[in-house]
């Protein structure tokens, strides 16, 4: 009696016990249910790889932090690898809500009998839970804290998002997190390409990145990838063919085991970044791990064009290159090289040094001087001149070489054979303030210029950069162009964070018949005049006192370019364009070294014309359309007039109209017995003031 009425008090006891643990855990998940649904849906985001595309959306390289991660979209996964992973990790995915009860209370009372954590039931949503917030360690308070993320995941997620999550955050083994990354290591293909054993392989991974792993123990790796194969075909998941197909599948495993794209074009990259950090206002760290997706002007096309042109230079040579190619309609920088290797050296010589462009910077200059009344048909004298400038000292350079025409030359001429006297004087004419200014305001150049007389021949520091942008706008026909490397950011899910397009229809507003107009900063027709001016450096027509500079690549060109070449004792450049494109190359030493081999001054030239021409495979001809008011007119290169069946060498320029020459050539330089008298054939409409006499002395005096 007494042991009966002792059972019923144990039995009363437990009851209660029971009932008093039942009230405690309701109470601690209707408190866990309030909470979560308190606190609202947890972040989920993660550090993600930034990737950056070429303009046709082509993978170039990416940013990674300590963890290297892609993030794909659940519809951008093959199917395969989803249900090989949802079969193996959490059969009942779709069915709970979090948790797995049925295996958790057998997991809880193995662990309960063993005081240990081994037994793991976690399903994909708690699993995802631990990758985003919490350590791996096995404690009773990370079990806790688990449970609460699995809960407000389940609350606020859908099941796709979840599994998307989870596909993208779990580790694989081999620093790869997440399906797209593994899949890129273990097979060098994406994760939207898998058959039913490569899926299969890679389902198997997780469970032990270290065990599991194909590379570590393939042993190991094909047993478990079996063992799904065979869950998934006694689901019905997959059939009996694809299930034999599957196990006698030969896996082709990558051999370069690399998980980041090869980078290409390393330099560019390096300035993508830097304008990356400019218009997000972030850090390189946030970069690196913030999974953006960078949209780029690179054009793989002419970045590999560049590269090979440059392999035009010696390898064993020490001399360095620069290079940089842009459309001159938008701007965009569509290949860049910034030296001859990136692993010796990082530094980029396009958009960090700044060195003497010489003559490729007359240009600007004979810009400026046909805005202020000059005209290709100007004539100067080309001979030994010593200038006496207004702070009492004197300056006298000298052409190329001490060659000279010793006689008067036209600005077409001038610029065709790069006569420095001619340029000295023109840049005296227009003062080198106003030469300046010009260079600053139109050209946009940010670099220091000092306003002195030998600016005519390029020896302020600049970098490619600015050069090519200028030369882009003469390109363009005088319209504003910003360089940019970025057409568009978004983040890892897609959201538009910068699209350049857009952000320039609303800086402008949207008037598409005055934007042209807003952006036009070069007069139209003396930017017409200037780019006609520029061919003539291929022409041999021009040939005076000695050949035109861009005689020596001329025979190789296929197509109609406009450029100018510049040469100091220790910088080579060559710069031109087309409508559809223009390229800048320097070649020098970074050590200033004086370039004394005949080869190594000819280098910017050869890689320029190798890489225009082969650039131009793959470009549509175009051609800036003529202004209404310019006109050409048949000149003598001799007096500057216009030529008359009596002329020997004559060259067709353009004028705007009104400023071609009214006289016709009676007579040669040559035929007169003394050159003063040429001053009399100079007709009174391009005569410039009385500057006129001592640019035609040479006594120099300002």
Excluded at 377 to 406: H, I, R, V, W
Excluded at 561 to 590: C, E, H, I, R
Aim: proline share 3%; with cysteine; aromatic share 12%.
């Amino acid at each position: 009696m007494r042991h009966r009425y002792r059972r019923r008090k144990r039995k009363r006891r437990l009851l209660k016990f029971s009932f008093f643990l039942v009230l405690m855990m309701g109470s601690c998940i209707a408190v866990l249910l309030i909470a979560s649904f308190l606190l609202g849906p947890p972040s989920l985001e993660r550090p993600q790889n930034t990737i950056y595309y070429s303009n046709t959306e082509e993978v170039i390289g990416e940013e990674y932090g300590s963890e290297k991660r892609y993030w794909v979209p659940l519809a951008e996964i093959d199917d395969r690898l989803e249900q090989a992973t949802v079969f193996t990790e959490d059969q009942h995915f779709y069915d709970h809500f979090g948790f797995d009860f049925k295996r958790l209370v057998g997991a809880i009372w193995k662990d309960i009998k063993t005081m240990s954590l081994k037994e793991g039931a976690s399903t994909i949503t708690q699993q995802y839970a631990r990758n985003l917030f919490l350590t791996h360690e096995k404690t009773w308070q990370r079990k806790l804290y688990e449970a609460f993320y699995t809960i407000r995941l389940e609350m606020f997620y859908d099941k796709d998002e979840l599994l998307e999550g989870y596909l993208n955050t779990i580790y694989y083994g081999h620093g790869a997190y997440g399906i797209e990354a593994a899949s890129k290591y273990f097979f060098d293909k994406s994760a939207a390409d898998l058959s039913w054993a490569e899926a299969a392989m890679l389902a198997g991974i997780p469970k032990g990145p270290s065990h599991y792993s194909p590379f570590h123990n393939l042993d190991n790796a094909k047993d478990r990838q079996e063992l799904i194969l065979s869950n998934l075909h006694e689901n019905n998941v997959i059939d009996d063919i694809e299930y034999e197909t599957a196990l006698n599948e030969e896996l082709s495993f990558s051999e370069d085991r690399d998980i980041a794209n090869k980078s290409v074009a390393p330099y560019f990259q390096d300035v993508v970044v830097k304008e990356l950090q400019e218009l997000l206002d972030v850090n390189i760290e946030d970069i690196r791990s913030g999974g953006y997706q960078v949209y780029t002007t690179l054009d793989l096309k002419q970045q590999q064009a560049m590269e090979q042109a440059s392999e035009a230079i010696d390898a064993d040579s020490e001399i360095q290159v620069g290079a940089m190619a842009m459309d001159p309609d938008t701007g965009g920088v569509t290949a860049l090289l910034g030296g001859r290797d990136y692993e010796d050296s990082s530094f980029n010589r396009v958009t960090q040094a700044k060195r003497m462009p010489g003559s490729a910077f007359k240009p600007f200059l004979y810009y400026t001087a046909l805005e202020n009344g000059m005209t290709p048909a100007t004539t100067l004298m080309s001979k030994p001149t010593t200038f006496e400038l207004a702070d009492g000292k004197s300056y006298q350079p000298s052409n190329y070489n001490d060659y000279y025409a010793n006689q008067p030359i036209t600005m077409a001429q001038a610029m065709a054979l790069s006569d420095n006297i001619f340029a000295v004087k023109t840049n005296l004419y227009v003062t080198p303030e106003r030469f300046v200014r010009t260079a600053k305001n139109k050209f946009k150049f940010n670099s220091e210029l000092e306003p002195v007389a030998s600016l005519a021949l390029g020896t302020e520091v600049v970098t490619m950069q600015e050069m090519v942008t200028g030369y882009s706008m003469i390109a363009n026909g005088g319209l504003d162009v910003e360089g940019h490397t970025i057409t568009k950011v978004t983040d890892a899910y897609g959201e538009v964070l910068y699209d350049r397009e857009q952000e320039q229809s609303d800086d402008k507003g949207w008037n598409p018949f005055s934007e042209q107009e807003d952006n036009q900063v070069l007069q139209k027709e003396y930017t017409y005049i200037l780019a006609d001016m520029m061919k003539g450096m291929f022409e041999e027509e021009l040939n005076g006192y000695m050949s035109v500079t861009g005689a020596s690549i001329a025979d190789k060109l296929t197509h109609e370019y406009a450029g100018k070449s510049g040469t100091t004792n220790v910088d080579n450049w060559m710069m031109g364009f087309t409508p559809a494109l223009t390229a800048g190359v320097w070649v020098g030493y970074d050590d200033n070294r004086e370039i004394v081999k005949v080869n190594d001054q000819q280098y910017a030239k050869e890689v320029w014309a190798n890489f225009m021409e082969s650039a131009h495979e793959d470009l549509p001809e175009e051609h800036i359309v003529k202004p209404d008011n310019v006109v050409e007119a048949s000149i003598d290169l001799n007096t500057g007039f216009l030529a008359s069946d009596e002329c020997g060498q004559t060259h067709t320029m353009l004028f705007v109209q009104g400023t071609e020459p009214t006289k016709y050539c009676t007579a040669h330089l040559d035929e007169y017995e003394h050159p003063e008298e040429f001053d009399e054939m100079i007709p009174e409409d391009r005569l410039l003031e009385n500057w006129w006499e001592w640019m035609w002395t040479g006594e120099d005096e300002q």
